[in-house]
């Protein structure tokens, strides 16, 4: 008896599954894109009137919060130096591993990696979340918040001339390298990854009780952190 038949209902079948796999990862991705596009137009209605709910109304508030240590915790997320120690603490663990027979690997590929491997895909996940963040300034060129109610939330340079802070706001790079190190530490140990997600979002929280942030740029760098972090991801496949 042939199994020709069998064998292509089989593969049929295969590919049947894996086309629906493939159209429901679409489905989620575009949904996933279609709410952070809704949530960047809520926030932006309302984002001078969210930093003055958010954002104490003194100088001398601000900086009372600015030197708690649970403020400056959230932070020095955001300060590159911290995931340098980070990736280099992840390094020296690596090469005890290995020495003991432990080699590292990747969630998704368990072929072994080498000793830094680890370490620096960390780093140039942070590199590539704070570099797209500075050309995102660059590009967008909006002004920093002034906390008066009668200020507008949407200042550009290149669109209209105001006394404001010319040092531009949209994204913030403290965020971005809060979540380009999340999600890369997420995408290293998956376990881990709710938490310096929350990290990362406490980070953001801090730029806008500073004033210096409105909560749409604190969006923006979420953003341009996961995508500065896929390409990453991406190229590193492919070097692979």
């Known amino acids: 008896m042939s199994t020709a038949p069998r064998s292509e209902f089989t593969l049929a079948s295969i590919d049947a599954a894996s086309a629906a796999v493939r159209q429901r990862a679409l489905l989620r991705r575009a949904a996933l894109w279609a709410a952070l596009l809704l949530a960047f137009v809520a926030l932006a209605l309302i984002d001078q009137r969210l930093l003055l709910a958010v954002a104490p109304d003194t100088a001398d508030a601000r900086e009372r919060i600015a030197n708690k240590d649970w403020n400056r915790l959230l932070r020095v997320a955001g300060y590159v130096p911290t995931w340098l120690l980070v990736a280099f603490c992840l390094w020296l663990h690596d090469a005890w591993s290995t020495r003991r027979g432990h080699r590292p690997a990747l969630p998704e590929d368990p072929r072994p990696l080498s000793v830094p491997d680890r370490a620096v895909l960390l780093v140039l996940g942070v590199a590539a979340a704070g570099l797209v963040a500075e050309l995102g300034k660059v590009l967008v060129q909006r002004h920093r918040p002034v906390l008066d109610d009668a200020a507008p939330a949407w200042v550009l340079q290149w669109a209209q001339s105001a006394p404001y802070d010319a040092s531009f706001a949209m994204p913030s790079s403290h965020a971005a390298v809060a979540f380009g190190a999340a999600f890369a530490l997420g995408r290293l140990f998956p376990a881990v990854r709710w938490p310096v997600l929350a990290l990362a979002i406490g980070c953001g929280l801090t730029r806008m009780l500073a004033g210096r942030h409105f909560a749409t740029d ?20 492919r070097v692979r």
């Open 218 to 237: 604190i969006l923006v760098a979420g953003v341009l952190a996961y995508l500065g972090v896929a390409l990453v991801w991406r190229v590193a496949a």
